[in-house]
């Protein structure tokens, strides 16, 4: 259907894209905790690297072994902290028995609770969050700027299920913006913002189910509906709407209409104090209306050759690929340019569990193999139009390979150090190692910052605990070379108390 859209011209161009297609490795995932960014770039490296990104090559200098140099600047209780936490974090019996207490009504005592939110505050929040309060999240944005990085500032709160909460929400976002224009210039590359959070989830739910019948039935007149670039693909999965649903109502139509005013205002005030906006993707429930918000306040703010309001792929879905084709081709043909955050996606569990409780496949690729080659299809896709002057990326990734491929397509492509389009992204407090490989090596690096009241945050800390659970886990290479570097310094005293013995002798 989604071909309905797009000129022959822009077709022809399809398969440019699918040539993309490899098989990426499976390599487990680099992390390393918010260990402490104090820890400046070589500036001969990084000239190094400017200039040959000057001319095509296919070797990037990504150094994400040499723990020695890669920990110089962080202290070993620091690096005992924070491999104990990911240790902790990468102990199954552990996560599941803090998710079932944290899902439990021991939650509604408030003595357990106030236990319970301590120990999360000492442990994961500090090492996964920015802090608390603005001030705490300043602290955090200023030193990880003066290691080389930027902060991605991201008020931490969730789903809300009335406008009142929405509003709340919405004062967030702006005091967020406010917060990103109050510090040193280029210490914040975006601000990040939920849908979910200033657009009841319900009403999100019915309008992705009306999006969803029109893409069936495209005489559906749905007579709110903005301009908006193609949502769906033909591999889109449709099994969240399987009967005709009702119109919305007047008071429905008066929230959407409340909910997008949110957006265009948060919009405007990122407009005015030039800060970039990036929405979150979520759970593909809710996603079409995600896509719809983003994709209809884009077409307006997005101006020259900066986009304002960036979206987000996740690539773990089947349809992912052709749905950035589609969208940024849409936004070519109109001359807006457009901006994606590239990431794999959160919700593997959930979408699995709901597909399959209404009997329908996972709109998740089959296997993690097909994950990784989309992901890595669709930052090339990417790379390749920064590379032609269309667009903007943030490579948001933990996965070693596709950073190490993503850089090498770069340096190949000549997109150079400081291009604003281009931007590799982890999370505070996880791939330290590729944060800093990447950064040496002269990319642009963001750490996702999020930020606010411990409880509040919770949500954003259980998916961390999921992905870092097991054996395998995202923070497995992090981990390893923590606990490589911690032997080394051992070693090293060790050597140090035989001498000292030795001379005194
Ligand atoms: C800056 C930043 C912003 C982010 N924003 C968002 C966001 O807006 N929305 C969102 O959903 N997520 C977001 N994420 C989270 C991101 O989706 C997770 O970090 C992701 O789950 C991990 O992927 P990875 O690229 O780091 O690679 P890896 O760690 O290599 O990914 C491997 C993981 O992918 C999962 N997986 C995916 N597909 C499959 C499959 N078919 N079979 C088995 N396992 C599979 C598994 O859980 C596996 O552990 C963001 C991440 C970052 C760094």
Redesign the pocket.
Known sequence: MATKFLSPKLLNTLPSFTRFLNSAS????AAVSPLNFDEKPEPAAAEKQLTSLNEPTTTTTLDLYDHQKLFASVSTWKLVRSSATLGLASNERFVDFGMWVMNSRLMETSLVRDVILKTVKHTFFQHFCAGETTEEAADCVRRIHDGGFRG?LVYAVEHTGDNAGCDRNLEGFIRSVEFAKSLPASSVSFV?A?ITAICPIGLLRKVSDLLRWQYKDPSFNLPWKLNTFPIFSDSSALYHTLQKPAPLSPQEELDLQLAHQRLLRLCRKCVQDNVTL??????TSIQPAIDYFTYSSAIMYNRDDKPTVYG?I???LKDARERLFTATKAAESLGIPMGF?L???????SESKSASLLGYD?P?????????AC?NDCASFMLERIADGYDAV?L???????GKLAASKACDLGIRKGNQKLEF???YG??DALSFGLRNAGFQV???LPYGPVDMVMPYLL?RA??NR?L???SSLDRVLMVNELMRRLKELQFACQVRDGISK
């Open positions: 499976t390599a487990p995932i991605m990040i939920k990036t929405i979150d993707a979520e759970d987000t996740q690539a773990y955050k990431v794999r996606g959160a919700y593997m569990s996972s998740i690729h089959n296997s993690i193999q097909e994950t990784h992901y943030v948001a990734t933990h996965n070693v390979e596709s992204a982890q999370l996880m791939s963001s750490k996702y998916r999921e992905e097991g395998l886990s995202a």
